[in-house]
Structure formats: structure tokens, C-alpha cells
């Protein structure tokens, strides 16, 4: 059975996946093997040099585990920093990929507003360190009413970052291409997640990514934000299963 390789988001870690793993290990019909890589720079990885980060060099280092790991071909899943990931893999080594779980992701590179965010948050971390981005992020990834339990495990791994890992990654980011054509070429199984109150990735963006793969299943979780894996696991996971049972018995 093949393996299932799940990418974290920014600025985040393998942490975030801790409800998926545990689910998908122990649900040897549909789960099975789950690999969580940490990208360079994030859960303790030294980063890549500044002018080496991107979203291919990403992608490069998670093609390099589902070789070494994972016999060259797996099941992969990324969350919004590591669906941007995911498509650069869908783009230059779809070879090793199966079947695609989108989750809280989007196509599109950056608005220019958003470059501009960007930098301005590289140098208010260059000056005092990542706190302030950590409290204006957390202020829009979580749902309307947010578990106060789950914002604090977001918080945990967010601030265990290093500040060099986050600045590469946030230039990386920015850099990054519009996928949109590449979505329209992808003929494989396609799951797309969204949260019904995720303001950085909306639903409106999933809908748009539907509409480029006719094959993709959408599902939409309720009372989510952003981070829907951590803040509905349940339901996250009850999608992903209904997902894997499909596409293991094709
Ligand atoms: C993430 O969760 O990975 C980030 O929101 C992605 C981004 O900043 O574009």
C-alpha cells in the first residue's frame, strides 16, 4: 500500500499533523505508512541558505524522502505552504505522486499587497524577532470561536520557528508561481479541503481550484479556520479517509 506523505504549513512543523497520523496509523485499510517531513528550516532542520529557499528546493527535499522512503512513490498531502510545495512536485516529478490532497491551499503567487506584507514582516522580524508575526497570524487562522487549547498548540509551534527559517521561507513565498495552469493539466485522484471560516485560504479558493480538476473531490469543513487538521480533526480526517478509500480501490 502506498505511503501517505503529509507537508506542513508556515510557520509551522510535523506537529500540526499529529491527529492525521495518529488517525491514518491506525487504520491500516486506508492509512498505513504516514511520513510527516519537516522543510528545511521548520521543526528544528537547519534552513537552506536565503537565496536556495523556494518552493522548488522544497519540493526537491520531500521528492527526495518519497524516493528514499517511500519507494518512489506515495500519496501526498499539503498544507497551504506545503500545498504551494505539493504543486511544485506535481510540476517537475508528478511521476512520485499518486494522488493529491489540497488542503487549505491555493494556486494562486502573491498579490502584490501581499509581497509587500511580506517583507514588512521579514524585517519586523530582522528587528524584533517573530512574536508580532506570530500574534497577527494567529489573529486570522483560527475559526470565529477558536479552542483556546488549539490556539495554544498553535502558538507553541509557531514560536519553536527559528527566525532564519521563517524569513527564508516567507521570501520563498513570495517568489512563488501562480500553479493555476498546472492544475488544469493534473489527470490524477484529487482531494480539496477547505474551512468553511478560513480566511486566508477561503473556501471561494478551493471552489476556484475545483473548477480547474473536474476529478477533485471538494470537502468543506465547518466551524474550521485555516487550520482545519488542527481545529476539526474529526472531520478533517473522516474526509481523508473517504478520500483514500476511494483512490486505494481504483
Ligand atoms: C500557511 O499556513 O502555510 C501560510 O498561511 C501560507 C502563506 O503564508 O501563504
Given at each position: 500500500?502506498?505511503?501517505?506523505?503529509?507537508?506542513?504549513?508556515?510557520?509551522?512543523?510535523?506537529?500540526?499533523?499529529?491527529?492525521?497520523?495518529?488517525?491514518?496509523?491506525?487504520?491500516?485499510?486506508?492509512?498505513?505508512?504516514?511520513?510527516?517531513?519537516?522543510?528545511?528550516?521548520?521543526?528544528?532542520?537547519?534552513?537552506?541558505?536565503?537565496?536556495?529557499?523556494?518552493?522548488?528546493?522544497?519540493?526537491?527535499?520531500?521528492?527526495?524522502?518519497?524516493?528514499?522512503?517511500?519507494?518512489?512513490?506515495?500519496?501526498?498531502?499539503?498544507?497551504?505552504?506545503?500545498?504551494?510545495?505539493?504543486?511544485?512536485?506535481?510540476?517537475?516529478?508528478?511521476?512520485?505522486?499518486?494522488?493529491?490532497?489540497?488542503?487549505?491551499?491555493?494556486?494562486?503567487?502573491d498579490?502584490p499587497v501581499a509581497r509587500d506584507g511580506r517583507l514588512q514582516s521579514i524585517n519586523e522580524i530582522t528587528?524584533?524577532?517573530?512574536?508580532?508575526?506570530?500574534?497577527?497570524?494567529?489573529?486570522?487562522?483560527?475559526?470565529?470561536?477558536?479552542?483556546?487549547?488549539?490556539?495554544?498548540?498553535?502558538?507553541?509551534?509557531?514560536?519553536?520557528?527559528?527566525?532564519?527559517?521563517?524569513i527564508?521561507?516567507q521570501l520563498?513565498m513570495s517568489q512563488?508561481?501562480?500553479?493555476?495552469?498546472?492544475?488544469?493539466?493534473?489527470?490524477?485522484?484529487?482531494?480539496?479541503?477547505?474551512?468553511?471560516?478560513?480566511?486566508?485560504?477561503?473556501?471561494?479558493?478551493?471552489?476556484?481550484?475545483?473548477?480547474?480538476?473536474?476529478?477533485?473531490?471538494?470537502?468543506?469543513?465547518?466551524?474550521?479556520?485555516?487550520?482545519?487538521?488542527?481545529?476539526?480533526?474529526?472531520?478533517?480526517?473522516?474526509?481523508?479517509?473517504?478520500?483514500?478509500?476511494?483512490?486505494?480501490?481504483?
Open positions: 500500500m502506498l505511503p501517505i506523505i503529509l507537508i506542513h504549513g508556515f510557520p509551522l512543523d510535523a506537529r500540526m499533523w499529529t491527529s492525521q497520523v495518529e488517525f491514518l496509523r491506525g487504520r491500516g485499510d486506508v492509512g498505513g505508512v504516514v511520513l510527516t517531513p519537516n522543510l528545511p528550516g521548520f521543526g528544528g532542520t537547519p534552513p537552506l541558505p536565503r537565496e536556495q529557499t523556494s518552493m522548488e528546493a522544497f519540493a526537491r527535499e520531500i521528492h527526495q524522502v518519497i524516493v528514499r522512503e517511500a519507494e518512489g512513490k506515495a500519496i501526498v498531502g499539503g498544507f497551504s505552504m506545503g500545498g504551494y510545495v505539493l504543486q511544485e512536485l506535481l510540476r517537475s516529478h508528478p511521476e512520485v505522486v499518486a494522488a493529491a490532497m489540497f488542503i487549505n491551499t491555493r494556486a494562486e503567487e498579490t528587528q524584533k524577532g517573530t512574536a508580532g508575526l506570530i500574534d497577527a497570524m494567529l489573529g486570522k487562522l483560527l475559526a470565529k470561536q477558536p479552542s483556546p487549547a488549539v490556539k495554544d498548540q498553535v502558538r507553541a509551534i509557531m514560536a519553536s520557528q527559528s527566525p532564519e527559517g521563517i527564508h521561507a520563498a512563488r508561481r501562480n500553479q493555476t495552469d498546472l492544475l488544469a493539466r493534473l489527470t490524477l485522484p484529487v482531494l480539496i479541503l477547505a474551512g468553511a471560516e478560513d480566511a486566508t485560504s477561503p473556501p471561494s479558493v478551493a471552489l476556484s481550484m475545483q473548477s480547474h480538476m473536474p476529478q477533485a473531490m471538494l470537502v468543506q469543513i465547518a466551524s474550521a479556520g485555516h487550520m482545519a487538521p488542527m481545529e476539526q480533526p474529526a472531520a478533517v480526517n473522516a474526509a481523508i479517509e473517504t478520500f483514500l478509500t476511494t483512490t486505494r480501490s481504483q
